[in-house]
């Protein structure tokens, strides 16, 4: 009998006032991934994207310990609802992992579902689920500065 194997996966949430269009197009801006892409204790992020499917991205975390490099190639891109895209890291020991980013209408705004796969251990599923979270949480307060400015 043949199991399947677990795959460690996570999965965060997060609504934000702001438009599904805006939010995916956000995505796939270098300047606006360069405000919300620095989680924990990053200080600045510097980014290049070639936004179509098999085009690259490249996101430079700059940590008080040094850069980090993250790259990946663009699977899917089915704007404003979906973006698909490979993930590799020193911290997800360049493994081509999956991030899949979904964005669903909700409330006065949109839900964003963001689900990464592939990742080697669940030591590495924590460490993701909580630099993920903090993205978004990063991608929210910009949009929630700029209602409160208009």
């Not at 924990?40 to 310990?65: L, N, Q, Y």
Request: proline content about 7%.
């Amino acid at each position: 009998m043949n199991e399947a194997i677990a795959v460690p996966k996570l999965t965060v949430r997060r609504e934000i006032a702001a438009s599904a269009k805006d939010l995916f197009d956000a995505w796939l801006d270098p300047a606006k991934l360069a405000i919300f892409m620095r989680p924990s204790d990053t200080r600045r992020s510097a980014v290049k994207v070639d936004p179509r499917v098999g085009g690259a991205f490249e996101v430079i975390m700059h940590t008080p310990s040094g850069t980090v490099p993250h790259t990946g190639t663009y699977r899917e891109i089915d704007r404003p609802r979906r973006l698909v895209f490979s993930w590799n890291s020193p911290y997800a020991l360049h493994n081509d992992s999956l991030v899949t980013v979904e964005f669903r209408p909700a409330g006065k705004g949109t839900e964003i579902v963001l689900t990464h796969e592939g990742l080697p251990s669940q030591e590495m599923v924590a460490a993701h689920t909580k630099g993920w979270s903090d993205i978004l949480v990063l991608l929210g307060q910009g949009y929630e500065e700029t209602r409160a400015s208009a």
